[in-house]
């Protein structure tokens, strides 16, 4: 499966920004679908952001719309979540996910499922404080 490795991590002031990588060691990234998901300390993971292989559909989780962007550089093998407008509840460790999509259906409400993703990267920790 695909190795992940995450990277842009780091403290953060409320109304900040950061911008998360995920390299992606795969041979066609174009396969992939690709999602950020987010563990805070004492609570579930829960779903941030995903987008289809090809980088032409996206998903967001509520918390996330409005604020976060998630884009692919498929030549680069990376994506990318660019998060603006940073809130305290935002502060949590971000895991890179990925799918090998080729041969089969998608559905929306996949994106959004953790157990769906067949590969997991080491993760990033946010800290939003003031």
């Known amino acids: 499966q695909a190795q992940l490795e995450e990277s842009g991590g780091g403290p953060a002031q409320p109304g900040g920004s950061l911008r998360l990588s995920c390299v992606a060691s795969?041979?066609?990234?174009?396969?992939?679908?690709m999602g950020w998901f987010r563990r805070a300390p004492g609570l579930e993971r829960e779903f941030v952001a995903a987008?289809?292989?090809?980088?032409?559909?996206?998903y967001y989780a509520d918390s996330a719309k409005g604020r976060f962007t998630i884009s692919k550089d498929i030549p680069e093998n990376t994506m990318y979540l660019q998060m603006n407008s940073l809130k305290a509840e935002d502060t949590a460790v971000y895991y890179c996910?990925?799918?090998?999509?080729?041969?089969?259906?998608?559905?929306?409400?996949?994106?959004?499922?953790?157990?769906?993703?067949?590969?997991w990267g080491q993760g990033t920790q946010v800290t939003v404080s003031s």
């Open positions: 996910s990925a799918r090998n999509s080729a041969g089969s259906t998608a559905y929306d409400d996949d994106y959004g499922q953790g157990d769906w993703y067949g590969s």
């Open positions: 795969v041979r066609t990234f174009s396969n992939y679908a």
């Open positions: 987008i289809s292989p090809a980088g032409g559909v996206t």
